[in-house]
């Protein structure tokens, strides 16, 4: 079936640093990319979306890029600050019907 | 503002019981999902409706039962409860096409 991997489980970095994370997905069809951001005890929340006409997005320190002929994207999150710590969540669009398929998150850490 | 609201926020049941998980929306979307999380897991996906006659099975339905009674009301019934069945859960919401989804701020269910 269709599915999104999403890699690195778990990233450590300094505050001020950037982080980036990286997500595949399988099904060529898919069109709509968004991310969610969930802080410990959170509802899930949209950070940052993209569709699949668009190579790049960018939100103040918040950005988001498309490569549909490798199908990957990635949120890349640049001068870190302590409240970026969550866990990051990606996922694709399946079907003619825009489900999301999930990727298992993505455990962000800031240290100080 | 329009929001998913779930009821119960936490609930301690003991095994065998039956439970019912209510969430109510004011977004105005059609299509209504349930998810659980486990704890340093992801997302996956119990049952979802796109309309009041529409009722769809997700990756892990066994054990779940829904009710789609309106189309702002959607609720998601453990027959028999089981200690595995203890996670954090959560309804969703989301509109053809729309910005991603919108979560409610979750239910914890500990099974006892």
């Known amino acids: 079936g269709e599915n999104v991997e999403q890699h690195p489980s778990t990233l450590s970095v300094q505050e001020g640093d950037s982080a980036v994370i990286k997500c595949t997905y399988s099904?060529?069809?898919?069109?709509?990319f968004p991310w969610y951001k969930q802080e410990l005890g959170k509802r899930p929340q949209l950070i940052i979306d993209?569709?699949?006409n668009v190579g790049e997005k960018k939100d103040q320190r918040i950005a988001v890029t498309l490569n549909k002929t490798a199908k990957h994207f990635s949120l890349h999150i640049t001068e870190t600050q302590p409240e970026d710590s969550a866990v990051y969540f990606c996922?694709?669009?399946?079907?003619?019907?825009?489900?999301?398929?999930w990727g298992a998150g993505t455990k962000l850490i800031i240290k100080p | 503002d329009a929001d998913v609201t779930q009821t119960p926020r936490n609930r301690i049941t003991k095994t065998g019981k039956r439970i019912m998980l209510e969430c109510s929306q004011t977004?105005?979307?059609?299509?209504m999902y349930w998810y659980r999380q486990d704890p340093g897991l992801g997302l996956r996906l119990i049952y979802y409706?796109?309309?009041?006659?529409?009722?769809n099975k997700g990756e892990i339905s066994d054990g779940y039962s829904v009710s789609r009674q309106a189309q702002a009301k959607f609720s998601l019934s453990l027959e028999s409860a089981i200690p595995n069945q203890t996670a954090l859960y959560f309804c969703?919401?989301?509109?053809?096409?729309?910005?991603?989804?919108?979560f409610g701020s979750g239910t914890r269910l500990t099974v006892v």
């Open positions: 099904d060529s069809a898919s069109n709509y």
């Open positions: 993209i569709r699949s």
């Open positions: 409706s796109f309309d009041v006659k529409d009722i």
């Open positions: 977004k105005g979307h059609d299509r």
């Open positions: 969703a919401t989301s509109d053809f096409q729309t910005d991603g989804y919108t």
């Open positions: 996922a694709a669009s399946i079907g003619s019907n825009y489900q999301l398929i």
